[in-house]
Each structure stands twice: as structure tokens, then as C-alpha cells.
Nanobody
Framework: QVHLVESGGGLVQPGGSLSLSCAVS????????VLWFRQAPGREPEAVSC????????YYSDSIEGRFTISRDIAKKMVYLQMTSLKPEDTARYSC????????????????WGQGTQVTVSS
């Protein structure tokens, strides 16, 4: 059974930074892509960033590119999302997902999701 556990969310002021972590169990990050996505109340899940399995190719959504950085530690089975210059519209529950080889921005295509961590950007 694949498990993903996110951590690092919280309340931050506009312009601030947060670093999220995703711990992945039972699978190797060499063989599975990991997606960070977010979901705000009443909205569809939105793919934010993804790191592919084989060559570690990285993808960012247009809404966050230049502000967020995804990285991974294969040995530790960890994927990170460093978020800077946060805006109120970044407020959402952030989750990680895995289970496919290559990155897709279609969140439901990933069979395994974590419970998420809440990020609130507010003054």
C-alpha cells in the first residue's frame, strides 16, 4: 500500500515563504513521478508542480512558475516544494500524488494521494 504524508503547511503573510514535504512509502521515486497539487474550497484540484521518475524532469503550472521549486531526495523518498512570494490566491490544501511514471497535469490520473497540508496566505 502506497502512502504519502505531507507536512509543512501553515499560516503565512503575503510575500512570505513555506516549505512543504511529501514522504512517500512503498515505492521508489526512480520509478514514479510525484505531483504536488492544491485544492481550494469549491474548486477543482489544480496541478502545481511535478517531478518525473526517470530523468527528474520538472514541470510547473503557469500560476506558480518562478515562485515555487520542487525537488526530491530519492534515497529518503522525499519530495519537497519550496514556496516563495506567496499570494493570498495560493491559499489551498496542498497534497502530493504518485502512481504513474511520467508527469501529467490531470490530477485524477494519479492513483495515490496524500491527505494534504493546509497553506493559508493572509495578513
Amino acid at each position: 500500500q502506497v502512502h504519502l504524508v505531507e507536512s509543512g503547511g501553515g499560516l503565512v503573510q503575503p510575500g512570505g515563504s513555506l516549505s512543504l514535504s511529501c514522504a512517500v512509502s512503498e515505492v521508489s521515486l526512480r520509478y514514479y513521478a510525484v505531483l504536488w497539487f492544491r485544492q481550494a474550497p469549491g474548486r477543482e484540484p489544480e496541478a502545481v508542480s511535478c517531478i518525473s521518475s526517470d530523468d527528474g524532469s520538472i514541470y510547473y503550472s503557469d500560476s506558480i512558475e518562478g515562485r515555487f521549486t520542487i525537488s526530491r531526495d530519492i534515497a529518503k523518498k522525499m519530495v519537497y516544494l519550496q514556496m516563495t512570494s506567496l499570494k493570498p490566491e495560493d491559499t489551498a490544501r496542498y497534497s502530493c500524488a504518485t502512481g504513474i511514471l511520467r508527469c501529467l497535469d490531470d490530477v485524477p490520473r494519479y492513483p495515490f494521494w496524500g491527505q494534504g497540508t493546509q497553506v493559508t496566505v493572509s495578513s
